[in-house]
């Protein structure tokens, strides 16, 4: 089962920064926060990931709360292409690899 | 770069049948992943493989079967269809070194009816 909750749905501006909200109060002291995006039915892309510490790079920042159990990812200017289902995902420990553990998503609105 | 092909992207099966996705990667990376996408929901893992030879099951894999004989491939075999298994298939990989696991490369998908 997903160890993230997220709405289901969001709209955002555009041009205006979009900030998505994920739950994950269950989460282990060494899991990963990761974030993937899948623009209509194409493969999932990658945004970014982290542990503890805010990290940002050229797609967006992710702010992870002091207690860990929560996160938000910050589109800082949506753009149209920004319409996308965005998953918050937990990275878990399976025997000796890792696993992530995908959730529904937010479906991400941007409206001109 | 090509990155993960998928083919095919489109297929319709009976009932019973079996049928092979192909998946190959021309990044180098070791480590590839099979999942599947049902509508409205998040992907779920069928099987992964760590390296050439290696394989091991995820969260779903009844009815699937996997091999990795190279690097760069990935088959996915599905034995006697049923219509549970109408879904879209994802392909992906990612390097991982010492430990550390890069981000995952997607294909563009196959879309699998079994009527």
């Known amino acids: 089962d997903a160890k993230t909750t997220q709405p289901t749905s969001m709209d955002c501006a555009e041009g205006r920064a979009a900030n998505l909200p994920c739950n994950h109060s269950?989460?282990?002291?060494?899991?990963?926060v990761y974030w993937y995006r899948q623009i209509h039915s194409q493969g999932p892309q990658y945004i970014i990931h982290?542990?503890?510490?805010?990290e940002t790079n050229e797609m967006a920042s992710l702010i992870i709360t002091e207690d860990r159990k929560s996160s938000t990812l910050i589109l800082p200017h949506a753009t149209l292409r920004d319409t996308a289902v965005y998953y918050c995902?937990?990275?878990?420990?399976?025997?000796?690899?890792?696993?992530?553990?995908w959730g529904a998503g937010t479906k991400l609105i941007i409206k001109p | 770069n090509a990155g993960v092909t998928q083919t095919p992207k489109f297929r319709i099966l009976k009932i019973g049948q079996s049928m092979t996705l192909q998946c190959a990667q021309d990044?180098?990376?070791?480590?590839m992943y099979w999942y599947r996408q049902d509508p409205g929901m998040g992907l779920k893992l069928i099987y992964y493989?760590?390296?050439?030879?290696?394989?091991d099951k995820g969260e779903v894999p009844n009815g699937y079967n996997v091999s990795r004989s190279t690097t760069e491939d990935f088959p996915l075999r599905l034995e006697l269809a049923a219509p549970s298994q109408t879904s879209v298939y994802f392909c992906?990989?990612?390097?991982?070194?010492?430990?550390?696991?890069?981000?995952?490369?997607f294909g563009e998908g196959s879309r699998l009816t079994v009527l």
């Open positions: 269950t989460i282990s002291g060494n899991e990963y």
């Open positions: 982290g542990l503890k510490n805010n």
């Open positions: 995902i937990v990275r878990v420990a399976v025997d000796s690899n890792y696993q992530l553990i």
């Open positions: 992906a990989s990612s390097y991982s070194i010492g430990g550390r696991t890069g981000e995952l490369f």
């Open positions: 493989s760590v390296g050439a030879g290696i394989t």
């Open positions: 990044m180098n990376h070791n480590y």
